[in-house]
Structure formats: C-alpha cells, structure tokens
C-alpha cells in the first residue's frame, strides 16, 4: 500500500475475526517498530507481544474493554523508565523513553494497517495490573496497548478538526 493510502485507511478496529495473524506479519509489525527513531537511539523500550487463548486470563483485570484481551495479538508497548544516557551516564529524562515507545508504536500501527490488518491504540488500563500480566519490572512502565488482528468491521472515518484549529504560523 502506498504510504499516505496506509495513513487514510487507518482507522481504529476494535472487533476482530477468529483467525491468528500469520507470525511473518507480527514480525514485520515488530520491525516497523523497531526502525522507529529514539532518543540517542536508545530505544528506550520493551515491546511484550502477547498471543494464543491463555493471554485472555491474564489480561483481562488489566484491561476491561472486551476486544482487548479476545484479539489474536495483543502488543503491550513499555517505557523504560530507569534509563541512563550512553556517553555521560547521567539519567535521561523521563520523557524521552515515553516518547521512545510512542514513536515504535505509531510505527507498528501503520504497518498493522498496511497488512490488512486491524488495530486500536489502548491508553486506558491498569498499569500495575498490566505489568504484573506481563511480567514486566517496575522499571518498565506500560504506555499503550495495541490488539492486533483482521478487521471484523469497517468503521467510518472519525472527523477530525480543521488544520488552522491546531497549526499556528507563528
Ligand atoms: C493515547 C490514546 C489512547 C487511546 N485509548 C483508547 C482506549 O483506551 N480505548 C479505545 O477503544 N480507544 C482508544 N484510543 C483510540 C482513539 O479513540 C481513536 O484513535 C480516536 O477516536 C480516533 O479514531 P481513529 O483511530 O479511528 O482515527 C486511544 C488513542 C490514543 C491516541
């Protein structure tokens, strides 16, 4: 798909097929991911990638909304939080590592669509409950969460708002 085409038809699935996302796919998922830009090209992040029936279990305290934890694929995007920079030792901000994980992630999403695949981005669950679904430190802090499977619907575009309400020529 060509790449505005992929920024077009992207639009958030929140129902999926019962049918699991070929392992050739999520690895290009994870690889868009993974070619995304970082602070001091730290990459400051841990991708957990959930699949198969068992994740349901797990997931389920964590993140309330049904389709989370009954998609195929489930990608769980970490920040790492107690990170220092490479050269002067001294901690990176904070901000750094979150952007990091945001930015992998935007990546993953696109290249979800450009698949034919479907995904959501999932801001809303339990942090401590995600971590201890994972089995991720306290180091690491869940940003997002992104379901991940074939489109079982085929929403409408959502409006979005004009470019002169949020670009300023300054
Ligand atoms: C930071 C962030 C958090 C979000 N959290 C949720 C969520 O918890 N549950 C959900 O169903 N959608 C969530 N979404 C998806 C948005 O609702 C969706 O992107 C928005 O309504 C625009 O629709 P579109 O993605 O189809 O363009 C989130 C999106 C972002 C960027």
Not at 11 to 39: G, T
Request: glycine fraction near 4%; charge should be positive.
């Amino acid at each position: 798909m060509e790449f505005f085409d992929v920024i077009k038809s992207r639009h958030s699935i929140r129902a999926f097929i019962d049918r699991p996302v070929e392992a050739d796919k999520i690895r290009k998922v994870l690889e868009a991911a993974n070619s995304a830009p970082s602070a001091h090209n730290a990459q400051n992040y841990v991708i957990f990638l959930m699949e198969g029936k068992n994740k349901t279990a797990k997931l389920k305290s964590a993140a309330k909304q049904e389709f989370v934890y009954t998609a195929p694929a489930v990608l769980v995007f970490c920040a790492n939080i107690e990170t220092e920079d490479k050269d002067s030792k001294r901690p990176l901000p904070n901000i750094f590592p979150v952007q990091d994980a945001t930015i992998a992630a935007s990546y993953a999403q696109l290249a979800v669509t450009a698949l034919g695949l479907g995904c959501v981005w999932v801001g809303s669950f339990d942090p401590d409950k995600l971590s201890e679904a994972v089995g991720a430190p306290k180091t690491l802090a869940p940003v997002m969460l992104m379901p991940i499977g074939y489109p079982a619907e085929n929403p409408a575009p959502k409006p979005r708002k004009k470019l002169e309400d949020i670009v300023h020529r300054v």
